[in-house]
């Protein structure tokens, strides 16, 4: 096995140690070389494949790990997946090539939840628009939404689900979740009353996103699913955008029986200007910056670190995937 002093590893995350310098400090002293990705976003395929050959260890993003770019890596041990979410990575295609695959379950759940509280404030009030007017001389009356009272409906109560519905307690909202295998335990210590999916549609009157990309969970928010939420309800996606069937989340605001959506994720990213969901005044849109905090951002690097120089170093990783 290669001293880990001779290893190459890649890292394509571009926050990676931006709030700590002490993440490249660390890698950098540890291994032979270390190659970062320039480009200022995910690599394609064709471009990750071009950088794959003689790398020991990947540090990886939201790159395309599909089996055409693993069928450049000649000497890869280890795809540590800087973030939650594996779907960008064909396991099939790592696995039939020996290479381990960890994440870092957790770490931007804080992060999501603070964005999810901050969309639902967006949703109930119309802090946006009024704050347009107030600066192009106007002085508009508005009218919003309390939280107070208010049914708030968790698809998925996992990681970022119990972080969101900790931060609600102080909202005074009733909270209810649906998952496929809810923490009971701390559903009850929390005050969430899990539901079936139909219950919380039907009650809820904001419905945030929090379920994992799945074949199973894709596009399961289709037009059954939208006719199924309260009339004037509102949706939060800050989980997957391929979790949504976009035409339909349309349909369903323009017929005003959705009464907004705030979206930090989309089926394609970005999105482009054309997607007509982005002209709709009802629509908060943000670019999945989710997990763009500080405090997410260096704990996700800690974790992919330690994670890739344990595989490196022939050690079990504490969050592996295969």
């Not at 995910?42 to 790990?65: F, H, K, M, T």
């Not at 939404?145 to 609600?168: P, Y």
């Not at 009353?193 to 289709?222: G, K, Y």
Request: proline content about 6%; overall charge negative; hydrophobic content about 50%.
């Amino acid at each position: 096995m290669k001293a880990l002093a001779d290893c190459h590893v890649l890292v394509t995350p571009t926050s990676y140690g931006r709030h700590d310098e002490r993440l490249r400090v660390e890698l950098e002293s540890c291994v032979g070389r270390v190659t970062y990705n320039t480009t200022g976003k995910p690599l394609s395929s064709a471009q990750l494949a071009a950088l794959l050959p003689g790398v020991d260890g990947y540090i990886a993003g939201l790159d395309v790990i599909d089996a055409a770019a693993l069928a450049a890596a000649d000497s890869l041990r280890v795809i540590a997946r800087y973030g939650v979410g594996v779907d960008n990575v064909d396991l099939e295609a790592a696995a039939a090539r020996g290479i381990v695959v960890t994440n870092t379950p957790g770490a931007n759940a804080a992060s999501v939840a603070e964005l999810t509280v901050a969309f639902l404030l967006l949703l109930a009030r119309p802090v946006m628009p009024a704050a347009a007017a107030t600066r192009a001389g106007e002085w508009p009356r508005t009218s919003g939404l309390s939280l107070a009272g208010k049914t708030v409906g968790l698809v998925g109560l996992g990681a970022i689900g119990r972080e969101v519905a900790r931060r609600l307690a102080g909202f005074n909202c009733r909270v209810l979740s649906y998952d496929v295998a809810p923490d009971t335990a701390f559903a009850r210590e929390h005050g969430v009353t899990i539901v079936t999916l139909e219950q919380l549609l039907a009650q809820s009157d904001f419905v945030s996103l929090h379920a994992p990309l799945l074949p199973s969970t894709r596009n399961m928010v289709d037009a059954a699913f939208l006719a199924a939420m309260k009339p004037g309800a509102r949706l939060i996606n800050t989980a997957r955008g391929e979790l949504v069937d976009e035409a339909a989340l349309l349909d369903a605001l323009q017929s005003g029986h959705l009464a907004g959506a705030a979206l930090d994720a989309f089926a394609q990213e970005p999105p482009g200007g054309d997607n007509p969901l982005l002209a709709l005044p009802q629509v908060v849109a943000t670019p999945h910056m989710g997990a763009h905090t500080d405090g997410s951002t260096t704990t996700m690097g800690a974790l992919a670190l330690a994670d890739c120089l344990a595989v490196l170093e022939g050690r079990p990783p504490r969050y592996r995937v295969i």
